[in-house]
């Protein structure tokens, strides 16, 4: 069985992690949670979640401050990591390997046994300071992925934004779905 660690931090556009638990799930993945002490406030702001229902979306939960889970230690087998959505304080955290929290070990110890650590960085316009610690993360090793929505599928509504996002990122671990239309070519009239 598949397994990953799901980090959401506390960027707005909670609703990523929320729809990437949900999709993970219906996929039988192994599914590790870390929830950032801003994320927790910014769930029920945002969403029509409670963070205890994010959670039961779960496998497995660990508290932030648990820097002695499972999942703090590369002899823990895990398929890689997604922190979804990734705060520019996450991502510096991350690029700088300031381990101060279970979110930002985990990736750390993703990136150091190179295994893939995604980080959906949700935050713009962005300064060269955040290009730079992007380029850094990136130079680790770390896909950054900036959630910029497709137009050729004809989004209706923002789960369809959601999802096509979402749907992208699945892609990147190879798991299976159904959330966004692939593109098939240029169709002529």
Sequence with gaps: ????????????????????????????????LVISGPARKIIPLETDYQVSEVEALADHVHPIDDVGAAIA?????????????????????????YNDNLLVRAADVTLK??????????????????????????????????????????????????NHSVGKILDLFNIEHNLLNRWHGLVEP
């Design 73 to 97: 230690s590369g002899s823990f087998k895990t398929d890689g990591m997604v922190i979804i959505p990734c705060s520019i304080k996450t991502l510096s955290a991350v690029a700088n390997s």
């Design 113 to 162: 046994e190179r295994r893939r650590l995604v980080l959906m960085v949700r935050e713009t316009p962005l300064h060269k300071g955040h290009l730079r610690l992007m380029h850094t993360a990136a130079d680790m090793g770390a896909v950054i992925y900036v959630p910029v929505p497709a137009f050729y599928s004809m989004p209706k509504t923002i789960d369809d934004l959601v």
């Design 1 to 32: 069985m598949m397994r990953l660690i799901v980090g959401i931090s506390g960027a707005s556009a909670a609703i990523y992690g929320i729809r990437i638990l949900e999709a993970l799930g219906r996929a039988e993945v192994e599914c590790h």
